[in-house]
Nanobody
Framework: QVQLVESGGGLVQPGDSLRLSCVASGRTFNSYAMGWFRQAPGKEREFVTAISMSGGRTHYADSVKGRFTISRDNAKNTVYLQMSSLKPEDTAVYYC????????????????????WGQGTQVTVSS
């Protein structure tokens, strides 16, 4: 069982950077692979990025590759999403999510793979 709380969202201008954080409760954070998803107004939830338990393997959606970086600090029970060169199309509610176990080599981009979800944090990119 794990509870996830995101923070760090806000209003930024195109080209700006922003770092999101997701803090997990409990003492078993290093037993969960983690991911970030986002949902824009009127659109389906979409996969953004995922990271393995150890941080040794990551995956990114093509739309964010080269701009976003996922990382984790297991000692702090925290996963991060560093977002750079933000675009208006990045505007969405961003959710962190946890897999109860290891990161699969397929299926990591499907929401149904993730058991636990945070409440979301709003990111708005606008001039």
């Amino acid at each position: 069982q794990v509870q996830l709380v995101e923070s760090g969202g806000g209003l930024v201008q195109p080209g700006d950077s922003l770092r999101l954080s997701c803090v997990a409760s409990g003492r078993t954070f290093n037993s969960y692979a983690m991911g970030w998803f986002r949902q824009a107004p009127g659109k389906e939830r979409e996969f953004v990025t995922a990271i393995s338990m150890s941080g040794g393997r990551t995956h990114y959606a093509d739309s964010v590759k080269g701009r976003f970086t996922i990382s984790r600090d297991n000692a702090k029970n925290t996963v991060y999403l560093q977002m750079s060169s933000l675009k208006p199309e990045d505007t969405a509610v961003y959710y962190c999510a946890a897999i109860e176990g290891s990161l699969p080599y397929s299926g990591y981009s499907y929401g149904r793979t993730y058991k636990y979800w945070g409440q979301g944090t709003q990111v708005t990119v606008s001039s």
